[in-house]
Nanobody, 115 residues
Framework: QVQLVESGGGLVQPGGSLRLSCAASGSIFRFAVMGWYRQAPGKQRELVATISNGGTTHYADTVKGRFTISSDNAKNTVYLQMNSLKPEDTANYYC?????????WGQGTQVTVSS
């Protein structure tokens, strides 16, 4: 069973930065894709960014140029560096992995952008 544990969320002022981490149980190289989604209150869960095991990245238009997804295979961890944060980035951020036919989710970490 895949376990994904997110960390790094918190309260930050507009224009600030945060780095989220997603630690996986075991090697992340076995996953075809890992990524981050977010869900704000009253809204559907939406894609933020993904990274393939070959290093190909994809971003939602709303975060392009501000967020960067990366992975460290040695640490079995995927990161989401978030810069120039806006109030509309406020959401619960979830890590996900896709391997074979299995999709796994973490429990989420809350990001709040407010002055």
């Amino acid at each position: 069973q895949v376990q994904l544990v997110e960390s790094g969320g918190g309260l930050v002022q507009p224009g600030g930065s945060l780095r989220l981490s997603c630690a996986a149980s075991g090697s992340i190289f076995r996953f075809a894709v890992m990524g981050w989604y977010r869900q704000a209150p009253g809204k559907q869960r939406e894609l933020v960014a993904t990274i393939s095991n070959g290093g190909t990245t994809h971003y939602a238009d709303t975060v392009k140029g501000r967020f960067t997804i990366s992975s460290d295979n040695a640490k079995n961890t995927v990161y989401l560096q978030m810069n120039s944060l806006k109030p509309e980035d406020t959401a619960n951020y979830y890590c996900t992995s896709v391997g074979g036919s299995r999709v796994s989710w973490g429990q989420g970490t809350q990001v709040t952008v407010s002055s």
